[in-house]
């Protein structure tokens, strides 16, 4: 045996390890299904500007997980799903607080005009 033959052995060994772990992971279908609700909450919102561009990411990322884990890549795949996730979420938030934006937007301006009729009809 050469000087280098454990090493080599612990690189084969580390490389065995490593592929049966890979081959252990199973499908991440609970991750796959919370990315995919999270969409649906997310498109449920009508998201617009930042909050669809989020939503676009969340789709790309689901249909990179699901293509991952159709190759047999569980680990690439779990990761995807979760941040499909998160751009989901994202999404959603985002939407949210645009259509809080527009309400107190149309707050504000439904309170100018009650202001305006307050001081017409007190001059």
Known sequence: MTRNAPAGLAAALAAALFLAACASVPPPTAELAA????????????????????????????????????????????????????????????????????????KAVRNAELRRRLLVQGG
């Open 35 to 106: 990315a995919e609700r999270g969409i649906r909450e997310a498109e449920a919102r009508q998201p617009r500007g930042a909050a669809q561009q989020a939503l676009t990411e969340a789709r790309l990322r689901l249909a990179t997980a699901r293509e991952a884990s159709a190759r047999g890549r569980q680990v690439e795949a779990l990761v995807a799903a979760r941040e499909a996730e998160a751009a989901a979420a994202h999404a959603a938030a985002e939407a949210r607080r645009a259509a809080l934006e527009e309400e107190v937007e149309s």
